[in-house]
């Protein structure tokens, strides 16, 4: 049996597969940390978030919990996931929690300083 | 005199208030930590990333570093913001280096698991 509430790691998506990677190496740690947990895409790029659902919801998992892979909400974020979510609650009959995007917690600023400190260090004067 | 090469920190943008308040906290330990960095947006908010560069060319600032705030590049980081720079470089006869986006930084891999995990940590069971 499937570990539940599945997590979903929610990423916009592209059509450029150079997009995506970046987003699969950005959630290596996170997958690697949360058993079960699955990159899964808004749109333009597969797995979509309804793949993801409809097939756990197939193989009986009904709660699921979306981690958007955003540093802000924007419409995406408040207006076409949240009505994606409902389409997909409605259709499956399971519950769909959407968390806060990572970025809006204090200790994703912090990794931003490092990252860019470190990205300064190394330019030649 | 200011400090050069002037940094910005080039977010995305948007007309939601709030989505701005989101990258402006995201980015204050940096700006706390790079002296004379600023926040810019590639559009749809202010200061534009135009405004930051053309108000420091005027003021004699000749090198600028653009740290894109964004967890991929897509088109907007491909083809969209080295579009920007070319016509401001040669609109104020200056030189702005375009830096990779922090997300491809696997720092950011790490901060986002953490993150991740906390909040899965303050569901209720």
Request: charged residues 20%; negative net charge.
């Amino acid at each position: 049996m499937a570990t539940e509430p599945k997590i979903i790691l929610l990423a916009h998506g592209s059509s450029d597969r150079r997009w995506c990677e970046t987003f699969e190496a950005l959630a290596e740690p996170t997958l690697k940390a949360v058993p079960g947990a699955v990159v899964a895409y808004m749109e333009l790029a597969e797995p979509s978030m309804e793949q993801v659902v409809a097939e756990a919801a197939a193989g009986g998992c009904r709660s699921f919990t979306v981690l958007p892979l955003f540093l802000a909400a924007g419409r995406h974020l408040r207006k076409d996931v949240p009505a994606m979510i409902a389409d997909m609650e409605a259709a499956h009959g399971v519950e769909i929690e959407l968390a806060p995007p990572v970025g809006e917690n204090p200790e994703l600023g912090l990794a931003i300083r490092d990252v860019v400190t470190q990205a300064l260090a190394r330019q030649p004067a």
